[in-house]
């Protein structure tokens, strides 16, 4: 299996709570039908795409892929694993793997269903595409301002 990377935390949190990949691990473990297969293969594929990529758990129970902000989440549910793409409305789709979320101003998602498959080569483009997003508005943010010494007259 991969060997995600976990943001850190501080040593008391880590000695008492699972980190954000082995919770990942867990869901994927309890999922004992498709939808953990399906969130398996799709780790496995952003992984493929950055191995530097963050894992978090977030809103109480989520896997989040990170790199630079939110890549995309891995949510499930009794018919589907919803990949939501933080700011998906931004990311060219070519190949229409976007099936639903498609009425917001920011985020998509692709709903996958049992039996489906995802095309990996689609896949693995909207998450470089993702990447360079999130790089592009992290160089493209201002420096925070430093308080000037006053100058007196």
């Given amino acids: 299996m991969i060997q995600p990377n976990?943001?850190?935390?501080?040593?008391?949190?880590?000695?008492?709570?699972?980190?954000?990949?082995?919770q990942i691990d867990a869901r994927i473990q309890s999922l004992e039908d498709w939808r953990g297969e399906a969130l398996s293969r799709i780790r496995a594929l952003v992984h493929q795409v950055d191995p530097d990529v963050v894992e978090t758990w977030k809103w109480r129970g989520v896997p989040v892929w990170e790199h630079h902000g939110i890549l995309?989440?891995?949510?499930?549910?009794?018919?589907?694993?919803?990949?939501?793409?933080?700011k998906g409305a931004s990311l060219p789709d070519p190949n229409g793997l976007f099936n639903a979320s498609l009425e917001g101003n920011t985020?998509?998602?692709?709903?996958?269903?049992?039996?489906?498959?995802?095309?990996?080569?689609?896949f693995k483009a909207l998450i470089r595409a993702a990447m360079a997003l999130n790089r592009a508005a992290r160089t493209a943010a201002p420096a925070p301002r430093r308080n000037a010494p006053r100058r007196s007259a």
Wanted: aromatic content about 4%.
């Fill in 72 to 86: 995309c989440t891995g949510e499930t549910y009794k018919a589907a694993v919803k990949l939501t793409f933080a």
């Fill in 6 to 22: 976990a943001r850190s935390t501080p040593r008391a949190a880590m000695a008492s709570e699972p980190s954000a990949s082995q």
């Fill in 107 to 122: 985020r998509r998602a692709i709903d996958l269903h049992e039996g489906d498959t995802i095309n990996a080569t689609a």
